[in-house]
């Protein structure tokens, strides 16, 4: 199934499981589908493994499942994508005032109706942890994760440290942490560095202009 490209490695620079999954697409990419990551289901699952929500076991039962059934693997994919515009407005709307936050919430809230009830307690040692449930009856099962920990970061202080990249080129979302809080880029060696260029040329253009 894979195209003729490789396909780019994921990256985790947004410090939170809802941010990271944002930052799966290039919001502002030039071409539609130049900037995405998750090209196919098959890439959905490997980043799903990859975040920690999704265990070898049940990545590989659906990649089976992907190879038998295509169709309901690109189903799920716009379905992934359409979940993560909803939760990359909803974010907006909370860091820049547009889009209009209380306008976006029925979406996010029509994803958590959505979600099936499968997060159980497990043993883990001598203490118990919340795990997701079997993916066995649903190949969206790495959706859900992402979409309750939106909605929780949402709802928690930590909301106050979400920024967006000061490359307005970018979308990209992260929890700035950082002790002064000031990070401006999603990562200093791309956004950063691509800003950075930008001024020097202007400042030569001046120069060459007189100016
Ligand atoms: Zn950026």
Redesign the pocket.
């Known amino acids: 199934m894979a195209g003729a490209e490789e396909p780019k490695p994921f990256k985790w620079v947004g410090g939170h499981l809802s941010l990271d999954f944002n930052n799966t697409v290039d919001w502002k990419g030039l071409e539609p589908g130049a900037g995405e990551y998750l090209t196919d289901y098959g890439r959905l699952v490997a980043w799903g493994h990859e975040a920690g929500v999704l265990s070898e076991r049940d990545r590989d039962a659906l990649l089976r499942t992907w190879g038998e059934q295509p169709a309901l693997g690109r189903r799920i994919l716009e379905k992934a994508w359409s979940a993560r515009t909803t939760m990359h407005r909803v974010f907006l709307g909370t860091i820049t005032g547009t889009p209009d936050l209380g306008a976006e919430l029925p979406a996010i809230n029509a994803l958590l109706y959505e979600a099936p009830g499968q997060l159980a307690c497990e043993a883990s040692g001598r203490s118990c942890e919340w795990v997701w449930s079997s993916c066995e009856d649903d190949a969206a099962c790495m959706i859900w994760p992402v979409v309750r920990a939106a909605s929780q970061l949402l709802t928690s202080p930590q909301l106050a440290d979400v920024k967006t990249?000061a490359?307005g080129r970018?979308g990209?979302l992260f929890l700035d942490t950082s002790r002064k809080h000031n990070r401006k880029?999603?990562?200093m060696g791309?956004?950063g560095n691509r800003a950075k260029a930008r001024r020097y040329y202007d400042r030569r253009k001046r120069q060459a202009e007189g100016g």
């Open positions: 990249c490359n970018c990209w880029w999603c990562e791309v956004c």
